[in-house]
């Protein structure tokens, strides 16, 4: 059974910084490509970056030079460093794991910037 747990989300200022945590059981973090997503109030989720299972990064305008996304392979686990937040980054934070079966997702960890 594959599980995705996010944590380190939080209450921070505009200008601060978070890291988020997406630890994955029941799947290589390592072997698929792992994502980051966001749902604000009233808004569609949105997705926010991706890790490849080769490397690779990308990530939407909006976070692009201020997220990182990053991967532990011995925790089985990503990260998403979020630097200089705004307050238009509250949102729910969502990991995404998809291998060639199906796509999984976490329970989602609250991020709230204050102004």
């Known amino acids: 059974q594959v599980q995705l747990v996010e944590s380190g989300g939080g209450l921070v200022q505009a200008g601060g910084s978070l890291r988020l945590s997406c630890t994955a059981s029941?799947?290589?973090?390592?072997?698929?490509?792992m994502y980051w997503h966001r749902q604000a109030p009233g808004k569609q989720r949105e997705w926010v970056a991706t890790i490849t299972s080769g490397d690779r990064t990308i990530y939407a305008d909006s976070v692009k030079g201020r997220f990182t996304v990053s991967r532990d392979n011995a925790k089985n686990t990503v990260y998403l460093q979020m630097n200089n937040l705004k307050p238009e980054d509250t949102a729910i934070y969502y990991c995404?794991?998809?291998?060639?079966?199906?796509?999984?997702w976490g329970q989602g960890t609250q991020v709230t910037v204050s102004s």
């Open positions: 995404r794991a998809a291998d060639a079966w199906s796509a999984y």
């Open positions: 029941g799947i290589s973090a390592k072997n698929n490509n």
